[in-house]
């Protein structure tokens, strides 16, 4: 059973900066694209962030240069790293499998809330 735990979000000023983590269960987690989602308010669940399984990493234009995406396969875990932060990040955090052109291949954690405001 693969589980995915998310941790590490907070409330933070505009202009800090936070590193999340998505602990990886129940799978081989080295051979996986993973990716970094959000979901704001009345929003719909977009990916912000990618790496493959040889640390290349691809972002949206809206973090693209502010956040950075990792990974340490010794611990099965992936990280993202946000700085610059935004009031316009605020949103609930969430890891998974990356498949296709986007698409989450398992069920998602509880994600991890970020909240950016002065």
């Known amino acids: 059973q693969v589980q995915l735990v998310e941790s590490g979000g907070g409330l933070v000023q505009p202009g800090g900066s936070l590193k999340l983590s998505c602990a990886a269960s129940g799978m081989i987690f080295k051979s996986r694209v993973m990716g970094w989602y959000r979901q704001a308010p009345g929003k719909q669940r977009e990916l912000i962030a990618v790496?493959?399984?040889?640390?290349?990493?691809n972002y949206v234009d809206s973090v693209k240069g502010r956040f950075a995406i990792s990974r340490d396969n010794a611990k099965n875990t992936v990280y993202l790293q946000m700085n610059s932060l935004k009031p316009e990040d605020t949103a609930l955090y969430y890891c998974n499998v990356v498949v296709g052109a986007g698409t989450a291949l398992y069920s998602w954690g509880q994600g991890t809330q970020v909240t950016v405001s002065s």
């Open positions: 790496i493959d399984s040889s640390d290349s990493t």
